[in-house]
């Protein structure tokens, strides 16, 4: 019996130790030395992403940076726009849009997070083209070797 409960326990163990997660975060960026940098980063739990990222950064000083940066604004904006129509809603779960604007920066962010995200209605409205498959989830692998062959850096932190 006692050597029943042994066995048990070790089971028990090894199986909580099998389930630990495998977080991790990899950048992956597009430089080019000019006044707009574009940035993905991706969390994921071993090769499922779990939240990204992605920035189109713009900075400037000269004088018309203001009008440009409003412009790619209004772009942005018009985008999130399309998406909400697309989907026949205000927002979209798990995909969100921020701004973050200075005098000489701004950032354009969108962020998807995976555990909110309806799969069901993101490949409704088209959302994830370029997939060969129906999108269920995102990749790790997937994402970075696509990112790679566009030119992007990538690095896992």
């Given at each position: 019996?006692?050597?029943?409960?042994?066995?048990?326990?070790?089971?028990?163990?090894?199986?909580?130790?099998?389930?630990?997660?495998?977080?991790?975060?990899t950048l992956c960026e597009l430089k080019d030395d000019g006044p707009i940098s574009y940035t993905y980063?991706?969390?994921?739990?071993?090769?499922?992403?779990?939240?990204?990222?992605?920035?189109?950064?713009?900075?400037?000083?000269?004088?018309?940076?203001?009008?440009?940066?409003?412009?790619?604004?209004?772009?942005?904006?018009?985008?999130?726009?399309?998406?909400?129509?697309?989907?026949?809603?205000?927002?979209?779960?798990?995909?969100?849009?921020?701004?973050?604007?200075?005098d000489s920066m701004i950032a354009l962010i969108q962020i998807q997070t995976m555990k909110d995200i309806?799969?069901?209605?993101?490949?409704?409205?088209?959302?994830?083209?370029?997939?060969?498959?129906?999108?269920?989830?995102?990749?790790?692998?997937?994402?970075?070797?696509?990112?790679?062959?566009?030119?992007?850096?990538?690095?896992?932190?």
């Open positions: 019996m006692k050597k029943i409960a042994i066995v048990l326990l070790v089971t028990i163990i090894l199986a909580g130790c099998s389930t630990k997660e495998n977080p991790s975060q980063i991706i969390d994921a739990n071993g090769n499922d992403v779990t939240r990204m990222e992605n920035v189109l950064r713009m900075k400037g000083s000269n004088e018309g940076f203001d009008f440009v940066a409003n412009e790619f604004q209004k772009a942005f904006d018009a985008s999130k726009q399309t998406w909400a129509e697309r989907a026949g809603k205000k927002d979209i779960p798990g995909l969100e849009f921020k701004v973050d604007k200075s309806d799969f069901e209605l993101m490949n409704r409205i088209k959302f994830y083209e370029g997939y060969d498959r129906v999108v269920k989830g995102l990749f790790l692998d997937e994402e970075v070797n696509a990112l790679q062959q566009n030119g992007y850096t990538c690095t896992k932190k």
